[in-house]
Protein backbone atom coordinates (compact mmCIF):
# COMPACT_ATOMS: atom_id res chain seq x y z
CA UNK A 1 0.00 0.00 0.00
CA UNK A 2 1.27 3.67 -1.04
CA UNK A 3 1.98 5.94 1.87
CA UNK A 4 -0.58 8.29 0.14
CA UNK A 5 -3.49 5.51 0.12
CA UNK A 6 -2.79 4.74 3.75
CA UNK A 7 -2.62 8.17 4.74
CA UNK A 8 -5.97 8.84 3.59
CA UNK A 9 -7.91 5.37 4.81
CA UNK A 10 -6.31 6.83 7.78
CA UNK A 11 -7.98 9.89 7.74
CA UNK A 12 -11.40 8.07 6.43
CA UNK A 13 -11.04 5.86 9.65
CA UNK A 14 -10.73 8.17 11.45
CA UNK A 15 -13.61 10.48 10.37
CA UNK A 16 -16.32 9.62 13.23
CA UNK A 17 -13.61 11.00 15.64
CA UNK A 18 -12.70 14.07 13.73
CA UNK A 19 -16.54 14.74 13.14
CA UNK A 20 -17.49 14.27 16.83
CA UNK A 21 -14.22 16.41 17.81
CA UNK A 22 -15.60 19.25 15.35
CA UNK A 23 -19.32 19.03 16.30
CA UNK A 24 -18.19 19.09 20.37
CA UNK A 25 -16.46 21.92 19.75
CA UNK A 26 -19.31 23.77 17.36
CA UNK A 27 -21.22 23.23 20.26
CA UNK A 28 -19.26 24.53 22.83
CA UNK A 29 -18.46 28.07 21.46
CA UNK A 30 -15.91 30.64 23.06
CA UNK A 31 -14.05 33.15 21.91
CA UNK A 32 -10.44 34.48 21.34
CA UNK A 33 -8.44 33.75 24.78
CA UNK A 34 -11.01 32.25 26.38
CA UNK A 35 -11.34 28.69 23.98
CA UNK A 36 -10.35 26.82 26.94
CA UNK A 37 -12.87 23.65 25.65
CA UNK A 38 -10.97 23.48 22.40
CA UNK A 39 -8.24 24.20 23.15
CA UNK A 40 -7.94 21.66 25.68
CA UNK A 41 -10.11 18.83 23.79
CA UNK A 42 -7.58 19.20 20.87
CA UNK A 43 -3.93 19.33 22.95
CA UNK A 44 -5.57 16.39 24.47
CA UNK A 45 -5.92 14.47 21.44
CA UNK A 46 -2.52 15.29 19.91
CA UNK A 47 -0.72 14.21 23.59
CA UNK A 48 -2.68 10.91 23.50
CA UNK A 49 -1.19 10.17 20.16
CA UNK A 50 2.33 10.73 21.45
CA UNK A 51 3.14 13.96 20.20
CA UNK A 52 5.04 16.28 22.60
CA UNK A 53 3.05 19.45 24.00
CA UNK A 54 4.45 22.83 24.73
CA UNK A 55 1.33 24.61 26.99
CA UNK A 56 1.04 26.93 27.12
CA UNK A 57 3.28 29.24 25.03
CA UNK A 58 3.45 33.10 24.51
CA UNK A 59 2.14 33.75 28.04
CA UNK A 60 -1.86 32.86 26.58
CA UNK A 61 -3.53 29.61 28.17
CA UNK A 62 -5.14 28.65 25.38
CA UNK A 63 -2.18 28.37 23.18
CA UNK A 64 0.15 25.31 22.33
CA UNK A 65 2.71 23.77 20.00
CA UNK A 66 2.11 19.84 19.79
CA UNK A 67 4.94 18.38 18.36
CA UNK A 68 6.11 14.74 17.02
CA UNK A 69 9.14 13.47 14.64
CA UNK A 70 12.62 14.39 14.60
CA UNK A 71 15.19 15.31 12.20
CA UNK A 72 14.91 17.74 9.04
CA UNK A 73 12.52 19.03 7.59
CA UNK A 74 9.77 20.70 9.90
CA UNK A 75 6.66 21.74 8.56
CA UNK A 76 3.98 23.00 10.75
CA UNK A 77 0.28 22.84 10.67
CA UNK A 78 -2.06 25.93 12.09
CA UNK A 79 -5.09 25.16 13.79
CA UNK A 80 -7.63 27.84 15.11
CA UNK A 81 -10.47 27.09 17.38
CA UNK A 82 -12.10 30.75 18.44
CA UNK A 83 -16.22 31.36 17.78
CA UNK A 84 -17.13 35.21 17.23
CA UNK A 85 -19.50 36.82 19.83
CA UNK A 86 -23.32 37.15 18.83
CA UNK A 87 -23.36 34.63 16.03
CA UNK A 88 -24.99 31.43 18.25
CA UNK A 89 -26.97 29.77 15.59
CA UNK A 90 -28.52 26.18 15.50
CA UNK A 91 -27.97 23.81 12.62
CA UNK A 92 -31.32 25.19 10.60
CA UNK A 93 -32.14 27.59 7.61
CA UNK A 94 -34.34 29.58 9.97
CA UNK A 95 -32.46 32.64 12.21
CA UNK A 96 -32.65 30.45 15.74
CA UNK A 97 -29.46 31.14 18.15
CA UNK A 98 -29.20 28.23 20.66
CA UNK A 99 -28.91 30.75 23.10
CA UNK A 100 -29.50 34.59 22.18
CA UNK A 101 -26.76 36.81 22.09
CA UNK A 102 -24.05 34.21 22.54
CA UNK A 103 -21.03 33.06 20.61
CA UNK A 104 -21.01 30.58 16.95
CA UNK A 105 -18.75 29.49 14.61
CA UNK A 106 -19.92 31.76 11.87
CA UNK A 107 -16.57 31.59 10.50
CA UNK A 108 -15.98 27.36 10.76
CA UNK A 109 -12.97 27.64 13.62
CA UNK A 110 -14.59 24.49 14.86
CA UNK A 111 -13.73 22.77 11.21
CA UNK A 112 -10.24 24.53 10.97
CA UNK A 113 -8.52 23.30 13.99
CA UNK A 114 -10.15 19.57 13.77
CA UNK A 115 -9.06 19.65 10.17
CA UNK A 116 -5.40 20.74 10.75
CA UNK A 117 -5.56 18.33 13.80
CA UNK A 118 -6.60 15.37 11.65
CA UNK A 119 -3.19 16.29 8.76
CA UNK A 120 -0.70 15.94 11.97
CA UNK A 121 -2.47 12.71 13.23
CA UNK A 122 -2.17 11.02 9.65
CA UNK A 123 1.25 12.04 8.45
CA UNK A 124 2.10 11.01 12.35
CA UNK A 125 0.59 7.67 11.19
CA UNK A 126 2.62 7.48 7.45
CA UNK A 127 5.86 8.82 8.57
CA UNK A 128 5.47 6.20 11.81
CA UNK A 129 4.59 3.52 9.56
CA UNK A 130 7.06 4.59 6.64
CA UNK A 131 9.95 4.89 9.16
CA UNK A 132 11.01 7.88 7.27
CA UNK A 133 12.32 11.49 9.18
CA UNK A 134 11.07 14.52 10.03
CA UNK A 135 9.35 16.62 12.06
CA UNK A 136 5.24 17.72 12.44
CA UNK A 137 4.36 20.61 14.39
CA UNK A 138 1.09 21.60 15.26
CA UNK A 139 0.59 24.93 16.47
CA UNK A 140 -2.84 26.02 18.17
CA UNK A 141 -3.57 29.33 17.41
CA UNK A 142 -6.13 31.59 19.67
CA UNK A 143 -7.69 34.45 18.95
CA UNK A 144 -7.35 34.64 14.85
CA UNK A 145 -10.62 37.28 14.97
CA UNK A 146 -8.99 39.67 16.82
CA UNK A 147 -5.67 39.38 15.44
CA UNK A 148 -3.52 38.57 17.67
CA UNK A 149 -3.38 34.32 18.59
CA UNK A 150 0.17 33.93 15.74
CA UNK A 151 1.44 37.87 16.17
CA UNK A 152 2.35 36.94 20.11
CA UNK A 153 3.50 33.43 18.98
CA UNK A 154 5.48 34.68 16.11
CA UNK A 155 7.28 37.48 18.69
CA UNK A 156 8.17 34.35 21.32
CA UNK A 157 10.03 32.77 18.11
CA UNK A 158 7.56 29.99 18.22
CA UNK A 159 7.87 29.88 14.37
CA UNK A 160 11.22 30.23 13.94
CA UNK A 161 13.02 26.90 12.06
CA UNK A 162 10.29 25.94 10.32
CA UNK A 163 11.15 25.06 6.78
CA UNK A 164 6.87 25.64 5.84
CA UNK A 165 3.82 25.86 7.10
CA UNK A 166 0.39 24.93 5.66
CA UNK A 167 -3.26 25.93 6.83
CA UNK A 168 -6.69 26.51 5.37
CA UNK A 169 -10.03 28.06 5.59
CA UNK A 170 -13.69 27.12 5.49
CA UNK A 171 -15.31 28.92 2.33
CA UNK A 172 -17.52 27.87 -0.41
CA UNK A 173 -15.19 26.96 -3.03
CA UNK A 174 -12.07 24.31 -3.20
CA UNK A 175 -9.38 26.20 -4.44
CA UNK A 176 -5.72 27.87 -3.38
CA UNK A 177 -6.08 31.33 -1.62
CA UNK A 178 -2.93 32.44 -3.84
CA UNK A 179 -3.99 36.51 -3.13
CA UNK A 180 -2.24 38.64 -0.52
CA UNK A 181 -4.19 40.18 2.06
CA UNK A 182 -4.14 43.39 4.11
CA UNK A 183 -1.87 44.12 7.33
CA UNK A 184 -3.94 45.83 10.26
CA UNK A 185 -4.01 48.49 13.38
CA UNK A 186 -6.23 48.02 15.78
CA UNK A 187 -6.21 51.09 18.14
CA UNK A 188 -8.56 52.50 20.53
CA UNK A 189 -8.47 56.41 20.55
CA UNK A 190 -9.84 57.37 24.22
CA UNK A 191 -10.59 61.40 25.32
CA UNK A 192 -10.78 62.49 29.06
CA UNK A 193 -13.05 65.60 28.71
CA UNK A 194 -14.76 67.35 31.68
CA UNK A 195 -18.24 66.41 33.12
CA UNK A 196 -20.94 69.22 33.21
CA UNK A 197 -24.48 69.80 33.30
CA UNK A 198 -25.40 70.13 29.39
CA UNK A 199 -28.24 72.85 30.17
CA UNK A 200 -27.03 74.78 33.32
CA UNK A 201 -23.75 75.07 32.73
CA UNK A 202 -22.40 73.78 29.42
CA UNK A 203 -19.66 76.62 29.42
CA UNK A 204 -18.01 74.69 32.38
CA UNK A 205 -17.45 71.03 30.40
CA UNK A 206 -15.59 69.73 27.78
CA UNK A 207 -17.47 67.18 25.99
CA UNK A 208 -14.96 63.89 25.09
CA UNK A 209 -18.09 62.68 22.93
CA UNK A 210 -17.05 65.33 20.57
CA UNK A 211 -13.62 64.71 19.97
CA UNK A 212 -14.90 60.82 19.19
CA UNK A 213 -16.96 62.98 16.78
CA UNK A 214 -14.41 65.05 15.49
CA UNK A 215 -12.24 61.88 14.62
CA UNK A 216 -14.87 60.55 12.74
CA UNK A 217 -15.71 63.74 10.31
CA UNK A 218 -11.84 64.20 9.87
CA UNK A 219 -11.52 60.58 9.01
CA UNK A 220 -13.91 60.71 6.98
CA UNK A 221 -12.62 63.82 4.96
CA UNK A 222 -9.26 62.23 4.91
CA UNK A 223 -10.80 59.47 2.48
CA UNK A 224 -10.45 61.31 -0.26
CA UNK A 225 -6.93 61.31 0.13
CA UNK A 226 -6.14 57.94 1.49
CA UNK A 227 -5.40 55.08 -1.95
CA UNK A 228 -8.05 53.36 -2.89
CA UNK A 229 -6.82 49.57 -1.29
CA UNK A 230 -6.70 51.51 2.27
CA UNK A 231 -9.44 50.68 4.49
CA UNK A 232 -9.96 52.59 7.97
CA UNK A 233 -13.25 51.70 10.06
CA UNK A 234 -14.74 52.32 13.76
CA UNK A 235 -17.25 51.57 16.32
CA UNK A 236 -17.83 54.07 19.49
CA UNK A 237 -17.57 51.56 22.32
CA UNK A 238 -18.44 54.82 24.54
CA UNK A 239 -20.24 57.80 24.15
CA UNK A 240 -21.77 59.22 27.42
CA UNK A 241 -23.84 57.95 29.96
CA UNK A 242 -26.64 60.84 29.33
CA UNK A 243 -27.50 63.82 27.05
CA UNK A 244 -27.95 66.33 29.93
CA UNK A 245 -24.74 65.81 30.75
CA UNK A 246 -21.50 66.57 29.22
CA UNK A 247 -19.64 63.46 28.72
CA UNK A 248 -16.18 63.20 30.57
CA UNK A 249 -15.21 60.01 28.57
CA UNK A 250 -15.72 58.84 25.79
CA UNK A 251 -13.69 56.47 23.13
CA UNK A 252 -13.77 54.91 19.56
CA UNK A 253 -12.27 51.67 17.78
CA UNK A 254 -10.27 51.93 14.74
CA UNK A 255 -8.75 49.70 12.53
CA UNK A 256 -6.62 50.71 9.54
CA UNK A 257 -6.01 47.86 6.84
CA UNK A 258 -3.35 48.29 3.86
CA UNK A 259 -1.82 46.27 1.32
CA UNK A 260 1.83 46.03 3.67
CA UNK A 261 3.17 47.01 6.86
CA UNK A 262 4.66 50.28 5.90
CA UNK A 263 1.12 51.95 4.53
CA UNK A 264 -0.52 50.66 7.53
CA UNK A 265 1.70 52.95 9.47
CA UNK A 266 1.69 55.79 6.91
CA UNK A 267 -2.18 55.93 7.28
CA UNK A 268 -2.42 55.26 11.20
CA UNK A 269 0.07 58.03 11.82
CA UNK A 270 -2.56 60.29 10.26
CA UNK A 271 -5.45 58.97 11.70
CA UNK A 272 -3.43 59.93 15.12
CA UNK A 273 -2.83 63.25 14.44
CA UNK A 274 -7.09 63.81 13.50
CA UNK A 275 -7.48 62.37 16.91
CA UNK A 276 -5.23 65.11 17.95
CA UNK A 277 -6.15 68.16 16.39
CA UNK A 278 -10.07 66.88 17.90
CA UNK A 279 -8.34 66.89 20.95
CA UNK A 280 -6.91 70.27 20.89
CA UNK A 281 -10.16 71.09 19.50
CA UNK A 282 -12.39 70.32 21.96
CA UNK A 283 -9.49 70.71 24.98
CA UNK A 284 -9.48 66.87 25.66
CA UNK A 285 -6.69 64.72 26.50
CA UNK A 286 -6.53 61.70 24.29
CA UNK A 287 -4.78 58.17 25.19
CA UNK A 288 -3.78 55.60 22.15
CA UNK A 289 -4.12 52.06 22.76
CA UNK A 290 -2.58 49.53 20.18
CA UNK A 291 -5.07 46.05 20.34
CA UNK A 292 -3.32 44.66 17.86
CA UNK A 293 -1.52 44.43 14.46
CA UNK A 294 -0.79 42.25 12.06
CA UNK A 295 1.22 41.86 9.01
CA UNK A 296 -0.31 41.12 5.39
CA UNK A 297 -0.05 37.47 4.08
CA UNK A 298 2.87 36.27 1.56
CA UNK A 299 1.20 33.59 -0.45
CA UNK A 300 4.41 31.08 -1.00
CA UNK A 301 3.26 29.78 -4.91
CA UNK A 302 6.21 26.88 -4.22
CA UNK A 303 4.01 25.78 -1.33
CA UNK A 304 0.90 26.69 -2.94
CA UNK A 305 1.28 24.29 -5.68
CA UNK A 306 2.01 21.65 -3.63
CA UNK A 307 -1.38 22.11 -1.84
CA UNK A 308 -3.35 22.45 -5.55
CA UNK A 309 -1.88 19.51 -6.57
CA UNK A 310 -3.06 17.51 -3.23
CA UNK A 311 -6.68 18.99 -3.66
CA UNK A 312 -6.69 17.49 -7.24
CA UNK A 313 -4.88 14.11 -6.29
CA UNK A 314 -8.05 14.42 -3.44
CA UNK A 315 -10.83 15.28 -5.26
CA UNK A 316 -13.56 17.33 -3.80
CA UNK A 317 -16.08 16.98 -1.24
CA UNK A 318 -19.12 14.42 -2.18
CA UNK A 319 -22.27 16.35 -0.97
CA UNK A 320 -25.51 14.28 -1.43
CA UNK A 321 -29.18 15.18 -1.85
CA UNK A 322 -29.39 16.09 2.01
CA UNK A 323 -26.28 18.42 2.03
CA UNK A 324 -27.85 20.10 -1.42
CA UNK A 325 -31.02 20.29 -0.11
CA UNK A 326 -30.11 22.33 3.13
CA UNK A 327 -27.86 24.41 0.89
CA UNK A 328 -30.23 25.60 -1.01
CA UNK A 329 -32.48 26.52 1.87
CA UNK A 330 -29.58 28.13 3.58
CA UNK A 331 -28.86 30.13 0.59
CA UNK A 332 -32.32 30.94 -0.05
CA UNK A 333 -31.72 33.35 3.12
CA UNK A 334 -29.54 35.08 1.26
CA UNK A 335 -30.32 38.95 0.60
CA UNK A 336 -30.71 39.07 -3.66
CA UNK A 337 -27.99 38.63 -5.98
CA UNK A 338 -25.11 37.27 -3.05
CA UNK A 339 -25.35 34.34 -5.02
CA UNK A 340 -24.50 35.78 -7.84
CA UNK A 341 -21.68 38.44 -6.83
CA UNK A 342 -20.18 35.35 -5.34
CA UNK A 343 -19.93 33.72 -8.91
CA UNK A 344 -18.59 37.26 -10.21
CA UNK A 345 -15.56 36.95 -7.54
CA UNK A 346 -14.86 33.78 -8.57
CA UNK A 347 -14.72 34.75 -12.27
CA UNK A 348 -15.89 30.94 -13.52
CA UNK A 349 -18.84 30.00 -14.91
CA UNK A 350 -21.56 28.58 -12.81
CA UNK A 351 -21.67 25.13 -14.13
CA UNK A 352 -17.28 25.29 -13.27
CA UNK A 353 -18.42 25.77 -9.87
CA UNK A 354 -21.45 23.97 -8.43
CA UNK A 355 -24.66 25.42 -7.16
CA UNK A 356 -25.46 25.60 -4.18
CA UNK A 357 -22.31 23.49 -2.98
CA UNK A 358 -18.81 23.74 -5.12
CA UNK A 359 -18.47 20.40 -6.92
CA UNK A 360 -14.99 21.45 -8.26
CA UNK A 361 -11.65 21.59 -7.31
CA UNK A 362 -10.64 24.96 -9.30
CA UNK A 363 -7.45 26.46 -10.19
CA UNK A 364 -6.64 29.92 -8.86
CA UNK A 365 -10.19 32.18 -9.10
CA UNK A 366 -10.26 35.54 -9.83
CA UNK A 367 -10.73 37.25 -6.50
CA UNK A 368 -7.95 35.01 -4.70
CA UNK A 369 -5.51 34.67 -7.56
CA UNK A 370 -1.69 35.64 -7.66
CA UNK A 371 -1.11 39.23 -7.31
CA UNK A 372 -4.75 40.05 -5.74
CA UNK A 373 -4.81 42.17 -2.75
CA UNK A 374 -7.64 40.95 -0.65
CA UNK A 375 -8.71 43.33 1.88
CA UNK A 376 -9.14 41.20 4.73
CA UNK A 377 -6.73 40.67 7.21
CA UNK A 378 -5.53 37.72 9.10
CA UNK A 379 -2.44 36.74 11.64
CA UNK A 380 -1.69 33.92 9.21
CA UNK A 381 0.68 37.16 7.48
CA UNK A 382 2.76 37.19 10.52
CA UNK A 383 3.39 33.91 10.17
CA UNK A 384 3.86 34.14 6.63
CA UNK A 385 7.32 36.63 6.87
CA UNK A 386 8.60 34.16 9.32
CA UNK A 387 8.24 30.39 6.58
CA UNK A 388 7.00 29.54 3.26
CA UNK A 389 3.52 29.43 3.99
CA UNK A 390 -0.02 28.61 1.80
CA UNK A 391 -3.73 27.98 2.49
CA UNK A 392 -6.62 26.33 0.89
CA UNK A 393 -9.75 27.24 1.10
CA UNK A 394 -12.57 24.33 0.86
CA UNK A 395 -16.23 24.56 0.74
CA UNK A 396 -18.32 24.24 3.54
CA UNK A 397 -20.71 26.90 3.18
CA UNK A 398 -23.14 26.88 0.19
CA UNK A 399 -22.41 29.64 -2.75
CA UNK A 400 -22.78 32.95 -1.39
CA UNK A 401 -22.78 32.65 2.34
CA UNK A 402 -20.47 35.13 4.13
CA UNK A 403 -18.49 34.72 6.97
CA UNK A 404 -19.38 35.63 10.02
CA UNK A 405 -22.91 34.75 9.36
CA UNK A 406 -25.34 33.31 11.39
CA UNK A 407 -25.87 30.97 7.80
CA UNK A 408 -21.72 30.10 7.93
CA UNK A 409 -22.57 29.15 11.99
CA UNK A 410 -25.66 26.60 10.96
CA UNK A 411 -23.40 25.30 7.99
CA UNK A 412 -20.22 25.06 10.21
CA UNK A 413 -22.16 22.57 12.36
CA UNK A 414 -23.61 20.61 9.34
CA UNK A 415 -22.34 17.62 7.23
CA UNK A 416 -21.69 20.08 4.82
CA UNK A 417 -19.09 21.65 7.19
CA UNK A 418 -17.77 18.33 7.97
CA UNK A 419 -17.31 16.51 4.71
CA UNK A 420 -15.28 19.72 3.77
CA UNK A 421 -13.28 19.59 6.85
CA UNK A 422 -12.17 16.13 5.97
CA UNK A 423 -11.28 17.40 2.14
CA UNK A 424 -9.26 19.91 4.05
CA UNK A 425 -7.30 16.79 6.63
CA UNK A 426 -6.39 14.96 3.26
CA UNK A 427 -5.21 17.91 1.40
CA UNK A 428 -2.83 19.12 4.16
CA UNK A 429 -1.80 15.86 5.03
CA UNK A 430 -0.93 14.62 1.49
CA UNK A 431 0.73 18.26 0.97
CA UNK A 432 3.12 17.66 4.63
CA UNK A 433 4.30 14.19 3.52
CA UNK A 434 4.93 15.33 0.17
CA UNK A 435 6.92 18.17 1.55
CA UNK A 436 8.89 16.11 3.93
CA UNK A 437 10.40 14.03 0.57
CA UNK A 438 11.13 17.35 -1.61
CA UNK A 439 13.93 18.89 -0.15
CA UNK A 440 13.88 21.16 -3.34
CA UNK A 441 10.53 22.67 -3.14
CA UNK A 442 11.33 23.58 0.13
CA UNK A 443 14.61 25.13 -1.17
CA UNK A 444 12.74 27.12 -3.82
CA UNK A 445 9.64 28.29 -1.29
CA UNK A 446 12.22 29.56 0.71
CA UNK A 447 13.92 31.68 -2.12
CA UNK A 448 10.77 32.84 -3.17
CA UNK A 449 10.68 34.19 0.70
CA UNK A 450 13.60 35.38 0.57
CA UNK A 451 12.86 37.37 -2.20
CA UNK A 452 9.50 38.94 -1.04
CA UNK A 453 11.61 39.78 2.09
CA UNK A 454 14.69 41.47 0.61
CA UNK A 455 15.89 38.92 3.08
CA UNK A 456 14.80 41.13 6.31
CA UNK A 457 14.32 39.17 9.43
CA UNK A 458 10.54 39.38 10.56
CA UNK A 459 9.72 42.23 12.79
CA UNK A 460 6.84 41.84 15.26
CA UNK A 461 4.28 44.67 15.23
CA UNK A 462 3.30 44.70 18.28
CA UNK A 463 5.37 46.77 21.07
CA UNK A 464 7.71 44.98 23.53
CA UNK A 465 5.20 46.08 26.44
CA UNK A 466 1.93 44.32 25.37
CA UNK A 467 0.67 41.56 26.53
CA UNK A 468 -2.78 39.57 25.72
CA UNK A 469 -5.25 40.23 27.75
CA UNK A 470 -6.24 36.72 28.67
CA UNK A 471 -8.57 37.36 31.53
Not at 46 to 65: D, S
Not at 161 to 187: E, K, R, Y
Not at 355 to 383: K, N
Request: glycine share 10%.
Amino acid sequence: MSRRTDTLEFLDGNREKLVSLAKDIWEHPQTGFKETYASDLIAKTLGEAGFRMQRPVAGIPTAFVAEWGQGSPVIGVLGEYDALPGLSQKVSAVKEPVVEGDAGHGCGHNLLGVGGLGAALAVKHAVESSGASGTILYFGCPAEETLMGKVFMAREGLFDGLDACVTWHPMFANTIWASASTAVNSFKLSFQGVTAHAAAAPEAGRSALDAVMLTDVGVNFMREHMPTDVRVHCVVTNGGLAPNIVPEFAQSWYYVRAPGRALVKQVYERVLNVARGAAMMTETRLEVQLVAACHDVLPNRAIGDVLLRSMKQVGPPEFDSADTAFAEQLKGTLPAGMADDAMKKLGLPRDKVGDPLCTAVLDEVASMARGVVEPVSTDVGDVSYITPTAELVACCFPLGVPLHSWQATASSGSQIGFKGMMFAAKTLALTVLELLDSPETLRVAREELDAATGGKPYACPLPGELKPVVD
